[in-house]
């Protein structure tokens, strides 16, 4: 089992839609959850971090976190084609466990004109 | 904006060199990781520093790999008799210690390399 699983997709949505993109982690005592974007060719950006179960809001991006089910989403609202790019998901243990922060292999978003 | 940076970009080599790749971190971070990432891969922990100690190594990296970060600023990745398998983006990355803000890291721009 992965320790931080996405759908690589491609996930195509129109211009405008919500997009929704999941991670599953397999490592129950992790506490600090990040979401990157990533264009083609360049290196991984931040967009939000997340820490406490439940929703984190930020301009049209939307962290939620759900500790127990060991999912975090992110939404995209109002998807613009600039949000075509790959999303990473990424967890760290923090604490006495650690400060190795893993990546899932991404989820490819499309986003049509 | 001083992020964290990167060099060389790009390197090419030949099959059986040494390349060695050098990271400058954000200037009040003191934690410092490299990755490394392939097409159509997220990004794969090799090694992190906090300070000069390197805290964590990869149970993938080989022994022709080697990382340093003899004063805790800046770091070197040694890649020793490279292989076409270590074609990658190498990306260096930093995080403050610092409780509130959940060891969030940050990247350079990436090293390629192409092994030929």
């Known amino acids: 089992q992965k320790e931080v699983e996405q759908n690589s997709g491609p996930l195509s949505v129109p211009e405008g839609a919500i997009a929704s993109l999941n991670c599953t982690y397999s490592?129950?005592?992790?506490?600090?959850f990040f979401w990157y974007r990533q264009y083609s060719g360049k290196s991984p950006e931040l967009i939000m971090s997340?820490?406490?179960?439940g929703d984190k809001e930020d301009g049209r991006f939307t962290a939620q976190l759900n500790k127990a089910s060991q999912y975090v989403s992110l939404l995209i609202r109002d998807s613009q084609p600039s949000d075509s790019a790959t999303y990473l998901c990424?967890?760290?243990?923090?604490?006495?466990?650690?400060?190795?922060?893993?990546f899932g292999a991404g989820t490819r978003l499309f986003v049509k004109a | 904006d001083t992020g964290v940076s990167q060099d060389p970009r790009h390197k090419i080599t030949k099959r059986g060199q040494n390349v060695t790749f050098r990271c400058d971190p954000i200037?009040?971070?003191?934690?410092l990781y490299w990755y490394r990432q392939t097409l159509g891969q997220g990004p794969e922990f090799l090694t992190y520093?906090?300070?000069?100690?390197?805290?964590?190594k990869s149970r993938l990296l080989s022994d022709r790999f080697s990382a340093e970060r003899p004063k805790g600023s800046f770091s070197t990745l040694e890649i020793q008799r490279t292989e076409q398998g270590d074609s990658a983006m190498y990306l260096c990355?930093?995080?403050?210690?610092?409780?509130?803000?959940?060891?969030?890291?940050?990247f350079g721009e990436g090293s390629w390399l192409t092994v030929v």
């Open positions: 200037s009040e971070h003191n934690r």
């Open positions: 520093f906090q300070n000069e100690a390197q805290l964590e």
């Open positions: 990355a930093s995080s403050l210690r610092n409780s509130s803000s959940g060891n969030t890291i940050y």
């Open positions: 997340i820490y406490s179960n």
């Open positions: 990424a967890v760290n243990r923090g604490g006495a466990g650690g400060f190795k922060t893993i």
């Open positions: 490592d129950r005592v992790s506490q600090s």
